[in-house]
């Protein structure tokens, strides 16, 4: 849980998105996963990086590749 400080006025196209930026960064995350065109045309903020769904996917997948077992090889 997090309970944002921060009171960044970042996204001008729609202030309220700036509430998920002030939680992120008092978060202290890496990602923000977000399908919502106003937060993914910043791309990074303060060294939090924007990403769609698809592209986290890609990101996790990258990282964890060696860890995945294929579908079939479980039984």
């Not at 998920?20 to 990086?49: C, M, P, W």
């Not at 590749?65 to 479980?74: D, H, Q, S």
């Amino acid at each position: 849980m997090v309970t944002p400080r921060s009171d960044f006025k970042v996204v001008s196209e729609d202030p309220k998105d700036d509430i998920v930026i002030d939680t992120a960064y008092d978060g202290k995350v890496d990602y923000i996963v977000s399908g919502e065109s106003h937060l993914q045309r910043l791309r990074r903020f303060k060294g939090i990086r924007i990403v769609k769904p698809r592209s986290m996917l890609a990101i996790i997948l990258g990282r964890c590749r060696g860890f995945i077992v294929p579908e079939g090889e479980l039984e």
